[in-house]
């Protein structure tokens, strides 16, 4: 169990870096939210896999770790609001500059660099 | 309030007269500017003859004792000789200026740096603490820049200042460097302990080190070879500040430093090579170009070069009577060629020139002051009856008596000879040039005698030249034997300031040198010629050559690692995150533990499945935005599965509200962004990306994967064991959140509300364009709020409303709290607001949502106060359990009004930003509205 468990976490983890790593804002937020799955759950973990326990006192002896639970409780309600923050600030930064661009400007291809140059010429 | 404390607050408290009192007229301002150095230098010459005696006064103050910082001073011989030199130049330098500067100069600008700078001096010599003598040190940088660069207009002074100011600056750092290592060894910055423990310095690993980063500190301000470049550049400052900084005071500040820390890390192999090496080729080098120089400050400056390398040489030579001599030569170079520099001041002033080749014949024109003058140079070539004579002597018979050098020791007396003919050379150059040899060529002015006060000043520095070149220990003797005994921390060796030694080589040296320097003179023309074939370097163009290739060079990193692309900053980012954190994981040996995994089963490898599936079409679908929307949907839709399957039912109701509040938010701003993105990945840039994703994406699995298989050493089975007991509910969760952390949440929350309040902000001044229908071009239904939607959402408003009031009432004693219920309350909200509209909504939901987020940190905030009022720490949680007719027994517990606090910051906090953004797709967009 913790093989995939790990192998997901990694998967997720890999898919919301590359989508962060994109030029376009709401790539770069999705790619966010997935990267705030891979990192709940990573801590979630630290306090080890458990099925069936109890959630509450007095029910089993077998408990689950509620430490990392109560960080991630936090870090999830935190997490959202990070995320409408990004979201929001990309939206501004599309009325403000015309673009959805993260650097705030389309790049310019080299092909698109070549003409202009050539056009001076 | 302590005496010695007085000295340099005083000085500190003169930069402001100047500027006080610039409106009055220029004689009233230079006195009252010399009015509070004159009354430190009163204060200083009352505690002279203790110290005179061999007493030291200290004071300090604590500043951050814990660190070894204090406001600290002190009062040796060493101190005294050079306060008196400071405070006894400065005024006179003080009365010569009123005179030298005209009406156009800034009068109390100009006085009001001159005193920043004798405050910062004085601190130099005065300072009981390593860092305090750093700052003070520094403080005489930025001081001399400002004055050198007085006359801002010119270009060489701005060249001139930059300059000093770079080469001083960079060796203070040195210095620093230096000092600190030096504090760390000894273990306090403590002057005298520093001093006291020179043994301990010497034998310890680091002493190159620190000999080396303190002495490039006090080469760089004395001037020193390779350093010695800035000082010539430094005189288009005016002649004044030439005067007092470059001849008298702030070049001394590295020979100080180095007469300072004589006790602790002089005499060793290293101190002799660096120091004296450095003070020889410093003497001869000077000495030379100085002959050359047509400018007559830049033959001064130069001359001073190779003085400060003669006392710097002297200072290396290890042997306690050298520094003797060394401060005696101090002493007799400040006099002398602070009148120099004013004496040169006075024929630029009433000539209009300073260039050798047009200055020739001015005794006729300035009588008084050429006598002057000659007697100044005639002290710096070393004639007899002058001060220059004496220290000049004892300089040879040091030069004479060193061994350091083994078999080439014969090198040093004969290296120092050729120096005292340069010396004489271009002293003699000085005079004869000026003076004598013909008529002035082209003057701009005719010359003629200053006003009498301005002579003042260089009178009594002459006067001061021959009184200790004919009575030299009536005159200085105490002085020299106090500083003498300070700077060496200990016994001073026997010598003699007698004028007459008898017949001995010392006095032949010096016969040869003025013959010789007579000699070169005379044959100066070949000289000239010999050197003309030399291509000129300008250390000015040098270095602003070297300054512009720095420069470039760090544009060139700046912008290669800060293009402004926030794409790039992430790849470096990541990258540097894969460096640091693979590096540690080679050391783990195996990856996975001992502890036993739980078998595989049907529904979990389904899970991880979709799970995989969901993720990868996230990303090969990304730039179909709203498909990549639904996938993403899907994942957090099996991660909420996951957390209730692995036992965290708390986790899964938070993790599914949170879904459905984020997703619909992303799809409300999904209306306002592309539909589509371009695709504008080079394939590399993919390749890339993707190598960069996998290697994070593996190393996180790895850890994970590591960690989960490990045996957990937990400190939770606190928290279990005290949750019921001590906060009074069986959810330990929920306790945790609310109690035994409860500042860490109170912390969340807060952050929570300034992120909506900051959203909020962003949102009110956004325009956006509206599209009026999708991509494909197909016009948005008319019908936004259909009725079976209306209808239904609310009557289910009632029971989504109960069911959060529910789970956060159970929430201290089974899944549930604050935070879930806040959320799902949030829910119901927008199911509304989806349903009917804003308008709908705002004539029947009247709720603040910013006053809701400020009364629930509030309220969490009060809660955890309450119990200050019980005696007991901020956030001390209380209940107890009651029993009511018809309900049973119930708990109460503060925890729950904490909660309350939790749930209405995140109704607020969630809806605050949700209504608004939501607010931007109906006619109640309040940007449009403001325009029209």
Same mark, same amino acid.
């Given at each position: 169990?913790?093989? !995939?468990?790990?192998?997901?976490?990694?998967?997720?983890?890999?898919?919301? !870096?590359? /989508?962060?790593?994109?030029?376009?804002?709401?790539?770069?937020?999705?790619?966010?939210?997935?990267?705030?799955?891979?990192?709940?759950?990573?801590?979630?973990?630290?306090?080890? /896999?458990?099925?069936?326990?109890?959630?509450? /006192?007095?029910?089993? @002896?077998?408990?689950?770790?509620?430490?990392?639970?109560?960080?991630?409780?936090?870090? !999830?309600?935190?997490?959202?609001?990070?995320?409408?923050?990004?979201?929001?600030?990309?939206?501004?930064?599309?009325?403000?500059?015309?673009?959805?661009?993260?650097?705030?400007? !389309?790049?310019?291809?080299? @092909?698109?660099?070549?003409?202009?140059?050539?056009?001076?010429? | 309030?302590?005496?010695?404390?007085?000295?340099?607050?005083?000085?500190?408290?003169?930069?402001?007269?100047?500027?006080?009192?610039?409106?009055?007229?220029?004689?009233?301002?230079?006195?009252?500017?010399?009015?509070?150095?004159?009354?430190?230098?009163?204060?200083?010459?009352?505690?002279?003859?203790?110290?005179?005696?061999?007493?030291?006064?200290?004071?300090?103050?604590?500043?951050?004792?814990?660190?070894?910082?204090?406001?600290?001073?002190?009062?040796?011989?060493?101190?005294?000789?050079?306060?008196?030199?400071?405070?006894?130049?400065?005024?006179? &330098?003080?009365?010569?200026?009123?005179?030298?500067?005209?009406?156009?100069?800034?009068?109390?600008?100009?006085?009001?740096?001159?005193?920043?700078?004798?405050?910062?001096?004085?601190?130099?010599?005065?300072?009981?603490?390593?860092?305090?003598?750093?700052?003070?040190?520094?403080?005489?940088?930025?001081?001399?820049?400002?004055?050198?660069?007085?006359?801002?207009?010119?270009?060489?002074?701005?060249?001139?200042?930059?300059?000093?100011?770079?080469?001083?600056?960079?060796?203070? =750092?040195?210095?620093?460097?230096?000092?600190?290592?030096?504090?760390?060894?000894?273990?306090?910055?403590?002057?005298?302990?520093?001093?006291?423990?020179?043994?301990?310095?010497?034998?310890?690993?680091?002493?190159?080190?620190?000999?080396?980063?303190?002495?490039?500190?006090?080469?760089?301000?004395?001037?020193?070879?390779?350093?010695?470049?800035?000082?010539?550049?430094?005189?288009?400052?005016?002649?004044?500040?030439?005067?007092?900084?470059?001849?008298?005071?702030?070049?001394?500040?590295?020979?100080?430093?180095?007469?300072?820390?004589?006790?602790?890390?002089?005499?060793?192999?290293?101190?002799?090579?660096?120091?004296?090496?450095? #003070?020889?080729?410093?003497? =001869?080098?000077?000495?030379?170009?100085?002959?050359?120089?047509?400018?007559?400050?830049? =033959?001064?400056?130069?001359?001073?070069?190779?003085?400060?390398?003669?006392?710097?040489?002297?200072?290396?030579?290890?042997?306690?009577?050298?520094?003797?001599?060394?401060?005696?030569? %101090?002493?007799?170079?400040?006099?002398?060629?602070?009148?120099?520099?004013?004496?040169? $001041?006075?024929?630029?002033?009433?000539? $209009?020139?300073?260039?050798?080749?047009?200055?020739?014949?001015?005794?006729?024109?300035?009588?008084?002051?050429?006598?002057?003058?000659?007697?100044?140079?005639?002290?710096?070539?070393?004639?007899?009856?002058?001060?220059?004579?004496?220290?000049?002597?004892?300089?040879?018979?040091?030069?004479?008596?060193?061994?350091?050098?083994?078999?080439?020791?014969?090198?040093?007396?004969?290296?120092?000879?050729?120096? #005292?003919?340069?010396?004489?050379?271009?002293?003699?150059?000085?005079?004869?040039? &000026?003076?004598?040899?013909?008529?002035?060529?082209?003057?701009?002015?005719?010359?003629?005698?200053?006003?009498?006060?301005?002579?003042?000043?260089?009178?009594?520095?002459?006067?001061?030249?021959?009184? &200790?070149?004919?009575?030299?220990?009536?005159?200085? #003797?105490?002085?020299?034997?106090?500083?003498?005994?300070?700077?060496?921390?200990?016994?001073?060796?026997?010598?003699?300031?007698?004028?007459?030694?008898?017949?001995?080589?010392?006095?032949?040296?010096?016969?040869?040198?003025?013959?010789?320097?007579?000699?070169?003179?005379?044959?100066?023309?070949?000289?000239?010629?010999?050197?003309?074939?030399?291509?000129?370097?300008?250390?000015?163009?040098?270095?602003?050559?070297?300054?512009?290739?720095?420069?470039?060079?760090?544009?060139?990193?700046?912008?290669?690692?800060?293009?402004?692309?926030?794409?790039?900053?992430?790849?470096?980012?990541?990258?540097?995150?894969?460096?640091?954190?693979?590096?540690?994981?080679?050391?783990?040996?195996?990856?996975?533990?001992?502890?036993?995994?739980?078998?595989?089963?049907?529904?979990?490898?389904?899970?991880?499945?979709?799970?995989?599936?969901?993720?990868?079409?996230?990303?090969?679908?990304?730039?179909?935005?709203?498909?990549?929307?639904?996938?993403?949907?899907?994942?957090?839709?099996?991660?909420?599965?996951?957390?209730?399957?692995?036992?965290?039912?708390?986790?899964?109701?938070?993790?599914?509200?949170?879904?459905?509040?984020? %997703?619909?938010? *992303?799809?409300?701003?999904?209306?306002?962004?592309?539909?589509?993105?371009?695709?504008?990945?080079?394939?590399?840039?993919?390749?890339?990306?993707?190598?960069?994703?996998?290697?994070?994406?593996?190393?996180?699995?790895?850890?994970?994967?590591?960690?989960?298989?490990?045996?957990?050493?937990?400190?939770?089975?606190?928290?279990?064991?005290?949750?019921?007991?001590?906060?009074?509910?069986?959810?330990?969760?929920?306790? %945790?959140?609310?109690?035994?952390?409860?500042?860490?949440?109170?912390?969340?929350?807060?952050?929570?509300?300034?992120?909506?309040?900051?959203?909020?902000?962003?949102?009110?001044?956004?325009? *956006?364009?509206?599209?009026?229908?999708?991509?494909?071009?197909?016009?948005?239904?008319?019908?936004?709020?259909?009725?079976?939607?209306?209808?239904?959402?609310?009557?289910?408003?009632?029971?989504?409303?109960?069911?959060?009031?529910?789970?956060?009432?159970?929430?201290?004693?089974?899944?549930?709290?604050?935070?879930?219920?806040?959320?799902?309350?949030?829910?119901?909200?927008?199911?509304?607001?989806?349903?009917?509209?804003?308008?709908?909504?705002?004539?029947?939901?009247?709720?603040?949502?910013?006053?809701?987020?400020?009364?629930?940190?509030?309220?969490?905030?009060?809660?955890?106060?309450?119990?200050?009022?019980?005696?007991?720490?901020? *956030?001390?949680?209380?209940?107890?359990?009651?029993?009511?007719?018809?309900?049973?027994?119930?708990?109460?517990?503060?925890?729950?009004?904490?909660?309350?606090?939790?749930?209405?910051?995140?109704?607020?906090?969630?809806?605050? %930003?949700?209504?608004?953004?939501?607010?931007?797709?109906?006619?109640?967009?309040?940007?449009?509205?403001?325009?029209?």
């Amino acid at each position: 169990m913790e093989g !995939i468990y790990a192998f997901c976490v990694g998967l997720m983890t890999a898919c919301g !870096i590359f /989508l962060t790593l994109r030029g376009r804002t709401f790539s770069v937020v999705v790619g966010l939210t997935l990267l705030s799955y891979a990192v709940n759950l990573f801590l979630f973990a630290s306090g080890r /896999l458990k099925l069936d326990a109890a959630a509450v /006192l007095g029910v089993s @002896e077998d408990y689950g770790d509620p430490l990392p639970q109560a960080l991630v409780l936090t870090a !999830i309600v935190i997490g959202f609001a990070m995320t409408a923050f990004a979201v929001i600030l990309a939206m501004r930064a599309r009325a403000d500059l015309g673009n959805d661009h993260v650097d705030g400007r !389309i790049p310019q291809t080299k @092909e698109e660099v070549r003409q202009k140059s050539g056009g001076q010429r | 309030m302590n005496t010695l404390l007085c000295i340099p607050l005083l000085v500190l408290m003169g930069t402001l007269v100047p500027l006080c009192s610039t409106r009055y007229s220029r004689t009233a301002c230079a006195f009252l500017t010399a009015a509070l150095p004159a009354i430190a230098l009163f204060l200083i010459l009352q505690m002279a003859p203790a110290i005179l005696d061999g007493q030291r006064f200290q004071t300090a103050i604590d500043w951050v004792p814990s660190l070894g910082l204090s406001l600290a001073f002190r009062l040796d011989g060493l101190t005294l000789l050079f306060s008196l030199l400071i405070l006894g130049i400065g005024l006179l &330098v003080i009365l010569y200026a009123r005179y030298y500067l005209s009406s156009n100069d800034n009068m109390g600008k100009f006085y009001c740096y001159l005193i920043l700078f004798m405050f910062a001096m004085l601190g130099v010599v005065m300072s009981d603490n390593l860092i305090q003598i750093w700052v003070f040190w520094e403080l005489t940088s930025i001081s001399s820049f400002l004055l050198i660069s007085f006359w801002g207009s010119k270009s060489e002074a701005r060249k001139g200042a930059r300059m000093a100011l770079t080469i001083t600056g960079a060796g203070g =750092l040195f210095l620093l460097a230096g000092l600190l290592m030096l504090g760390n060894v000894v273990g306090t910055f403590d002057l005298q302990t520093v001093l006291d423990s020179g043994d301990i310095i010497r034998a310890h690993s680091t002493y190159p080190i620190i000999t080396v980063l303190i002495l490039i500190g006090a080469f760089t301000k004395s001037a020193q070879f390779p350093f010695h470049f800035w000082l010539p550049n430094a005189m288009a400052a005016p002649t004044p500040v030439s005067s007092y900084l470059h001849s008298a005071t702030m070049v001394k500040a590295g020979i100080f430093l180095m007469a300072r820390f004589y006790p602790s890390l002089a005499g060793t192999d290293l101190w002799f090579l660096i120091v004296s090496m450095t #003070g020889l080729a410093t003497f =001869l080098l000077g000495g030379y170009l100085a002959l050359f120089q047509h400018d007559l400050k830049g =033959l001064l400056a130069n001359s001073t070069i190779s003085h400060l390398g003669l006392i710097t040489l002297l200072l290396g030579m290890g042997s306690d009577l050298a520094l003797v001599a060394a401060i005696f030569h %101090i002493i007799n170079h400040a006099t002398f060629k602070a009148s120099l520099f004013m004496a040169a $001041g006075i024929i630029d002033h009433e000539s $209009g020139s300073r260039d050798m080749r047009q200055l020739n014949g001015l005794w006729k024109y300035m009588p008084y002051t050429a006598t002057l003058a000659m007697v100044a140079s005639s002290a710096m070539a070393g004639v007899p009856l002058l001060n220059g004579f004496l220290s000049k002597e004892m300089f040879f018979n040091e030069a004479l008596h060193q061994d350091s050098l083994g078999s080439l020791s014969w090198m040093v007396p004969v290296l120092a000879t050729l120096g #005292g003919v340069f010396s004489v050379a271009y002293s003699t150059r000085f005079v004869h040039d &000026v003076f004598f040899n013909g008529e002035p060529i082209n003057l701009p002015k005719t010359p003629h005698e200053p006003p009498r006060y301005m002579r003042v000043p260089v009178e009594i520095l002459v006067a001061l030249c021959l009184l &200790v070149g004919i009575f030299p220990s009536w005159i200085v #003797g105490d002085l020299l034997q106090s500083a003498s005994l300070s700077a060496l921390n200990g016994p001073v060796p026997e010598y003699s300031l007698a004028i007459w030694h008898g017949f001995n080589i010392p006095l032949l040296m010096s016969v040869i040198a003025l013959l010789g320097g007579l000699l070169v003179y005379y044959n100066r023309q070949h000289l000239f010629k010999f050197q003309a074939q030399f291509p000129t370097n300008d250390p000015k163009v040098l270095f602003e050559r070297a300054i512009q290739q720095l420069v470039g060079k760090a544009t060139w990193i700046i912008n290669f690692f800060e293009n402004g692309s926030l794409q790039r900053y992430l790849y470096f980012l990541f990258m540097f995150t894969i460096v640091m954190s693979a590096y540690p994981l080679l050391d783990l040996n195996a990856t996975a533990g001992r502890r036993p995994e739980i078998p595989l089963d049907a529904l979990s490898i389904t899970g991880a499945v979709l799970l995989s599936i969901a993720s990868l079409a996230t990303v090969v679908w990304h730039r179909r935005r709203m498909v990549a929307l639904l996938t993403l949907s899907v994942v957090g839709l099996i991660v909420t599965l996951a957390f209730a399957r692995f036992s965290a039912p708390d986790l899964a109701l938070t993790q599914l509200s949170v879904e459905v509040v984020t %997703i619909i938010l *992303l799809m409300l701003a999904l209306f306002f962004l592309p539909q589509k993105t371009p695709k504008e990945s080079s394939p590399r840039r993919v390749v890339r990306d993707l190598g960069i994703s996998a290697m994070i994406g593996g190393i996180v699995g790895t850890v994970i994967y590591a960690l989960m298989t490990r045996p957990l050493d937990t400190i939770s089975d606190f928290f279990t064991e005290n949750s019921k007991t001590g906060g009074g509910g069986t959810n330990v969760v929920n306790v %945790i959140l609310v109690d035994f952390r409860g500042f860490d949440t109170l912390g969340e929350i807060t952050v929570l509300g300034i992120a909506a309040l900051g959203i909020f902000k962003l949102i009110a001044r956004m325009r *956006l364009y509206m599209p009026s229908s999708n991509e494909q071009g197909r016009p948005w239904s008319t019908d936004s709020h259909p009725l079976m939607l209306s209808v239904i959402s609310q009557s289910l408003l009632p029971l989504a409303l109960l069911v959060s009031a529910y789970i956060f009432l159970r929430g201290h004693n089974m899944p549930g709290g604050g935070f879930i219920a806040g959320l799902i309350t949030s829910v119901a909200i927008i199911q509304q607001y989806v349903a009917h509209g804003v308008d709908w909504i705002k004539e029947r939901l009247k709720l603040d949502y910013q006053i809701m987020i400020g009364s629930g940190i509030g309220i969490a905030a009060l809660t955890g106060l309450g119990s200050w009022f019980f005696d007991r720490p901020f *956030l001390t949680s209380w209940f107890d359990y009651f029993y009511l007719p018809v309900i049973g027994k119930f708990e109460l517990a503060s925890a729950m009004l904490f909660d309350l606090g939790v749930y209405l910051t995140v109704v607020g906090a969630t809806m605050l %930003i949700l209504a608004n953004l939501g607010q931007l797709t109906t006619s109640e967009r309040a940007v449009f509205e403001e325009e029209k």
